[in-house]
């Protein structure tokens, strides 16, 4: 089966162009543009990796992760995507038990190799 890739984005031309990104290279890829949309999408098919803006139209995109963590769903790698690399967002990250930090704009040649590291385990 297709490894699953939750794309958290509010943004619908990063969510577009990250869809086609992973669709053609082999994944089942689900949208959601707010935290509500993301857990009932997470809750709906648990995903392998889910991709997440931290700042979302109805929260923060960390709550995501908690709320499916408390489900009981796990991804291989959640991944937090935002515009910011400052100390304290990073902390926040790792204290959420973010598997990875990636900056906008993001390289889609470095997402897909870390996404293939991250889906291999």
Same mark, same amino acid.
């Given at each position: 089966m297709k490894? @699953?890739?939750? %794309?958290?984005?509010?943004?619908?031309l990063v969510t577009g162009a990250l869809r086609i990104l992973f669709e053609?290279?082999? @994944?089942?890829? &689900?949208?959601? @543009? &707010?935290?509500?949309?993301a857990i009932a999408a997470g809750r709906a098919s648990?995903?392998?990796l889910?991709?997440?803006?931290? &700042?979302?139209?109805d929260g923060d995109g960390l709550e995501? &992760?908690?709320a499916l963590?408390?489900?009981? %769903?796990k991804p291989r790698a959640t991944v937090a995507i935002t515009g910011s690399d400052d100390e304290a967002s990073i902390e926040r990250c790792s204290k959420a038990? %973010?598997?990875?930090?990636?900056?906008?704009? %993001?390289s889609t040649?470095?997402?897909?190799?870390?996404?293939?590291?991250w889906l291999a385990t």
């Open positions: 490894p @699953h890739v939750l %794309i958290v984005e509010d943004n619908e053609e290279t082999g @994944h089942r890829v &689900s949208v959601a @543009h &707010s935290v509500t949309e648990a995903p392998d889910l991709l997440l803006d931290l &700042s979302l139209p995501v &992760s908690r963590m408390a489900l009981g %769903i038990g %973010i598997t990875a930090v990636m900056v906008k704009p %993001i040649g470095e997402l897909l190799a870390k996404a293939q590291e």
